[in-house]
C-alpha cells in the first residue's frame, strides 16, 4: 500500500504543536536506520498518538504497525482519538484489539492492542511477521506482558533479521532506565551494522514548575486526609480554577471517597465554585469516562478521582492540583507460601513525581503530597516490574505454547525468581495442563545423543487451555465442562467471574439493596448466585431500568454477556463436540466440575478453638482463613466443611471469594492428582480415605508435598 492511502483527508485535526512534531524526521530516520528504537518523553507529548502514524505514513516500513498498551482503556481510547484526527471509523485504518473486544478490519493497518493480545498473537506466530512494526508503550510500567513482549521481539528481530522485512522496535516511555534497554536490545554478536544497535531518543516535553507540599505529619488515614485536602484546596484557590487529580488505590475506595466528597460538597457555601466528582478507573464504563475528559461546566470544578492509570497512560486536562495519597494496589507474590495478593502498598518514589508532574502540564500547579518528607525519602526508587511479583503459570503456559520449553533460558529483561518458575510448573502438572519428563527419560535421551530440548511439555489439556484468553483454572473449567455435562452454565460463571461484582449496594440504600440482592443468593455457591443474577438479566431481556430497581450493575451485565458471547466463540474450536445445550436444574455437576478444575483451591473448616468466627484452612498454602461476609455461604447454617473458592484476597483479614461448598468423596474422585496420594497416604495410617482427607494435612502441603501426589519431578 503506498503512502498515500494513509495520508488524511479532510481537515487537520492533529495538534501540531505537541513536542513530539519536532521530532518527527529525526525519529523517522532513527527508525530507518536502527532496528531498536527507546524514545523517552513526557506523558502528553504526543508519543503513543502520534509516532505510530508517522511510522504508517512512511513507504520505508511497510506492513502494519502494532501499538501495544499495558491497559485496555488506553487502547481503545488512543485508537478512537487517532481515528477521530483522521476522520476515519474506528476498525478502519485504525483499529483496537483488547480481549473480548475486536475493532478492527482488513484495512486496518495501525492497530493498538493490550500488550496481552499481542502475547496472544505470539503465541500462534512467533515471529509477529503480519507487523513490520511494533511499538511497546508504556514501557516503563513494566506490565507482565510488556516484559514478556521484550523477549518476544528481540527474538523474532534476530529471526527475521535476513529476510525482507525485518522487525522494527519501538520503545516509548515517560521515564525510563534507559541503559538497562540499550543494554538489553544490543546485540550480542557485533555485526557492526547500526540495525543492530538500539538508539534513544528523548523528546522534550512541556513542563511548567511545580510546588511541592509534604505533610507534617504521618497520616492515619489517608483516605480521609485526601478529602480534607481537595476541599480545603478547592475553597483556598478561588482565583486559580485549576482541576484536582487524586491519586486513589482501587475502584470501592474511589466510589466511596466520591460518595463521601458529594455530600460534603453540599455543604459549601452557596458563593463558592460547585464541585463536579468524576471517578476513573480501568473498569468503568467508557461512557462513564468521557466525563473525566469533558472541561468542567462553567461555575464548577473538576474533581477526579483516579487509580494510577492517570499516573501516566491518560492525560486529563485541566488539572492544575494533584493530591498523592502515596498508595497504590498492586499484586504481590510469594512463592514460598504461593499466595498471590492484591495489597495496598506505598509507590515508589518514580511514581511519585509522575503523579507530581500531572499538576504542572498546562501551567504552574501545585502537588500535595499526603507523607512526609522523610517517608517520600524512605520509599524506593522504582517499583518492583511485575514479573518478579506475580503467580506465573499463565507466563509459563504462553512461553510453552511459544515453543520455550526451557522456560529459565527465555531471554526476560530481568528474570524472574527461579522458585516462582518451578511453582508454577508445578501448578500446572497439577492442573494436568503440562507434563514433565522423568529424570531417567532425560538422561536416556542425553546418552541417546538426542538432542530435544528437555524441561516441561504441554499436554492436550494444557494446548487448549492456552488457547482461551483466561487464567489456567479458569480455562480448565470451561473444558472440563464438556465432561460434566455444565458447559452452558460453565459459559455463564466464567464470564461472571471475568466482570467485577454485579451487584449494586449504594451507602443510603443498603437494607433495599440486600433485600433485593437476597432472591438470588445461593447458600451452597457463590458461582450458582452469579448464575441465577445472569438468568434474571436476560429474563428481564437485559433492562438498564430492571437492573437499577433491582439494584444490579446494568453496565457490568452487559459486559459479561458480551464476553460470554465471545467465549462461546472460541470454545467451539476447543471442545472436541459442541457441548452446549441446555442448563439444568441440577447443580451437582457444576461443583463437580469446579472441584476438578479447582482443585489448587480447596479449603477445610478448622474446628472450633474458642477464636471468633468460622476459619477454614487451605489445602494447597495451608493458611488460615474465612470465607468473605459477601458470600452467601458466609451465611449458612452449620457452615460448610469443605469448599472451593476463586480467589483468595487480603483486605483487613485472609478472605475467600468465590465460594462453593463441595462433597469431601469428590476430592478423591475428581481431583486424585493432589488428593489420592494424601489419602492413600494417610489410610496407611489405618483410616479410610475419606477419614484420612477429613483429618486434614499432617505436614504443611507445600510444593514438594503436591509435587509427590502429583509424581513428578518438578524440574526446569
Ligand atoms: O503518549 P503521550 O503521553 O506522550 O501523549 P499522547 O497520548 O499521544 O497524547 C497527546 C495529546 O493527545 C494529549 O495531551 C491529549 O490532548 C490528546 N489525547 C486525547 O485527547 N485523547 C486521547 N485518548 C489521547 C490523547
Known amino acids: 500500500m503506498g503512502s498515500g492511502d494513509a495520508k488524511m483527508s479532510g481537515g487537520e485535526r492533529r495538534p501540531r504543536e505537541l513536542p513530539v512534531f519536532a521530532a518527527e524526521e529525526l525519529l523517522v530516520r532513527e527508525c530507518a536506520r536502527h532496528g531498536t528504537v527507546i524514545v523517552v518523553g513526557e506523558t502528553g507529548s504526543g508519543k503513543s498518538t502520534q509516532i505510530p502514524q508517522f511510522l504508517m505514513e512512511r513507504r ?365 510448573v508445578f501448578q500446572l502438572v497439577a492442573l494436568g495442563a503440562v507434563s514433565v519428563p522423568s529424570r531417567h527419560a532425560s538422561a536416556a535421551k542425553k546418552s541417546d545423543g538426542g538432542d530435544a530440548p528437555q524441561g516441561p511439555e504441554l499436554t492436550e489439556l494444557g494446548r487448549r487451555m492456552a488457547a482461551l484468553p483466561l487464567e489456567p483454572m479458569h480455562a480448565k473449567f470451561l473444558i472440563e465442562s464438556e465432561r460434566f455435562g455444565c458447559t452452558e452454565e460453565a459459559l455463564t460463571i466464567a464470564a461472571m467471574l471475568s466482570v467485577e461484582s454485579p451487584l449494586f449496594t449504594p451507602r443510603n440504600a443498603r437494607r433495599e439493596a440486600n433485600s433485593a440482592h437476597r432472591r438470588y443468593l445461593s447458600f451452597e455457591a457463590d458461582h450458582l448466585t452469579l448464575l441465577n443474577v445472569f438468568g434474571a438479566f436476560l429474563e428481564a431481556k437485559a433492562d438498564a431500568k430492571w437492573c437499577q430497581a433491582n439494584f444490579l450493575k446494568f453496565s457490568t451485565l452487559h459486559k459479561a454477556r458480551k464476553v460470554r458471547q465471545q467465549l462461546v466463540g472460541m470454545l467451539s474450536t476447543v471442545l472436541e463436540t459442541s457441548a452446549l445445550g441446555s442448563a439444568k436444574a441440577d447443580s451437582t455437576p457444576i461443583l463437580q466440575c469446579l472441584v476438578s478444575s479447582f482443585s489448587l483451591r480447596i479449603a477445610q473448616r478448622l474446628p472450633p478453638d474458642g477464636k471468633p468466627g468460622v476459619r477454614y484452612k487451605t489445602f494447597a498454602e495451608s493458611l488460615e482463613t474465612r470465607i468473605h461476609p459477601s458470600s452467601g455461604l458466609a451465611r449458612r447454617d452449620p457452615p460448610p466443611e469443605w469448599v472451593v473458592y476463586n480467589e483468595l484476597v487480603m483486605t483487613s483479614k485472609k478472605y475467600l471469594k468465590g465460594v462453593a461448598a463441595i462433597d469431601q468423596k469428590w476430592l478423591v474422585q475428581f481431583a486424585p492428582a493432589l488428593f489420592q496420594a494424601q489419602a492413600q497416604a494417610q489410610a496407611r495410617g489405618g483410616k479410610t480415605g475419606g477419614e484420612a482427607l477429613a483429618a486434614g494435612p499432617k505436614r504443611k502441603p507445600k510444593e514438594n508435598d503436591a509435587a509427590q501426589a502429583a509424581r513428578v519431578d518438578v524440574r526446569l
Open 60 to 424: 520505508t516500513f511497510g506492513g502494519r504497525v502494532a501499538v501495544t498498551q499495558p491497559r485496555r482503556v488506553a487502547a481503545v481510547s488512543l485508537a478512537k482519538r487517532v481515528a477521530w484526527e483522521r476522520r476515519t471509523k474506528v476498525g478502519g485504518l485504525v483499529g483496537y484489539n483488547v480481549r473480548f473486544d475486536d475493532c478492527t478490519g482488513k484495512k486496518t493497518r495501525l492497530r493498538y492492542l493490550t500488550d496481552g493480545m499481542l502475547l496472544r498473537e505470539a503465541m500462534l506466530d512467533s515471529t509477529l511477521k503480519r507487523y513490520s512494526v511494533v511499538l511497546l508503550d508504556e514501557a516503563h510500567e513494566r506490565s507482565l506482558s510488556t516484559d514478556l513482549l521484550f523477549g518476544v521481539v528481540k527474538r523474532a528481530q534476530q529471526e527475521r533479521r535476513a529476510t525482507n522485512m525485518p522487525l522494527r522496535v519501538v520503545v516509548m516511555s515517560a521515564t525510563l532506565d534507559v541503559q538497562l534497554f540499550m543494554r538489553y536490545f544490543s546485540s550480542s554478536d557485533k555485526t557492526g551494522d547500526a540495525f543492530d544497535e538500539p538508539v534513544a531518543v528523548h523528546i522534550r516535553g512541556r513542563q511548567f514548575p511545580v510546588e511541592l507540599r509534604y505533610a507534617t505529619e504521618s497520616q492515619q488515614d489517608y483516605l480521609d486526609a485526601a478529602i480534607v485536602t481537595v476541599l480545603q484546596v478547592h475553597l483556598s484557590e478561588r482565583e486559580n480554577k485549576g482541576d484536582v487529580l487524586v491519586f486513589l488505590t482501587g475502584q470501592e475506595e474511589i466510589e466511596s471517597c466520591a460518595e463521601l466528597l458529594e455530600e460534603k460538597a453540599q455543604l459549601l457555601p452557596p458563593n463558592a465554585l460547585k464541585l463536579q466528582v468524576c471517578p476513573l478507573f480501568a473498569a468503568l464504563p467508557a461512557h462513564k469516562q468521557l466525563a473525566v475528559f469533558a472541561p468542567a461546566p462553567p461555575g464548577s470544578r473538576k474533581v477526579v478521582l483516579a487509580t494510577n492509570i492517570a499516573e501516566t497512560s491518560i492525560t486529563i486536562s485541566g488539572v492544575r492540583f494533584v493530591v498523592d495519597t502515596g498508595m497504590v494496589k498492586a499484586k504481590s507474590y510469594a512463592a514460598s507460601t504461593g499466595l498471590e495478593l492484591l495489597r495496598v502498598g506505598p509507590i515508589s518514589q518514580e511514581q511519585a513525581w509522575q503523579r507530581a508532574g500531572r499538576a504542572g502540564r498546562e501551567g504552574p500547579g501545585k502537588c500535595f503530597r499526603l507523607y512526609r518528607e522523610q517517608d517520600f525519602l524512605k520509599l524506593r526508587q522504582r517499583s518492583v516490574p511485575e514479573i518478579k511479583r506475580v503467580e506465573l503459570s499463565q507466563v509459563v503456559l504462553q512461553l510453552l505454547t511459544m515453543g520455550v520449553r526451557q522456560v529459565d533460558k527465555f531471554p526476560f529483561i530481568e528474570a524472574p525468581p527461579t522458585d516462582a518458575l518451578r511453582q508454577a
